[in-house]
């Protein structure tokens, strides 16, 4: 996305609506009038806003420890003082010691303890710290700050399978909400992984997902089977 990796690192931007254009722009350029389009975390909240504005785009939904886009999501005082402690350190680059050492303390939350090696820390810290402090601020404020989505948008009709493991800090009922809101939809739980299933146990995901793709020609009911 604009502001990670080797992306550019404009000054703003980092909203569903421009995370949408981006996509639909980039789709565009490499010729793809529509597919299956697979989201984790951050990545599966604009992949909602990406199928309500798109539906026509959308083969499929591959929603990754996902909250739902239909129910605003309030920032609680500890997400608000982690806001804060981003919105402190330096603004001109994420690869200095004081994001280092933030990313450092706050990454073990996203992955269950017993499968977090050093060095999916070392490779965790290396992706945030190629990132912009604009876009690290910005995209995780605008999470607790943009409006819900309509409950009944056209992305809701499109097959859906959400993936979630057992140890996500993402609360069960946001996976409910999501399953409710997504009539047609299959849920997969991968045991003992946190919030990143494709990395903590990537065979187990793959497995799901394959499945699920193999079997969208057929009715739901086999499908999540």
Known sequence: MRGFGESSKPASGYDYASFVKDLAGLMDSLGIRRAVISGHSLGALIAQDFAASHPDRVEALVLTAPQPRTVATAASDPIKAFIQRMEALPSQTASGPEWRAFFATNSPRYFLAQNLAASDVDQFLEQNTRASPAALVQSFRHIFEAPALSGNHPGTKIPTLVVYGTHDIVPFPAIRQLITDH???????????????????????????????????????????
């Open 183 to 225: 009539g047609d939809s299959c849920v997969a739980v991968i045991e003992r992984v946190g919030h990143t299933p494709p990395w903590e146990r990537p065979d187990a995901w793959s497995q799901v997902t394959m499945a699920f793709l193999a079997r969208l020609n057929e009715p739901t009911a086999r499908r999540c089977r």
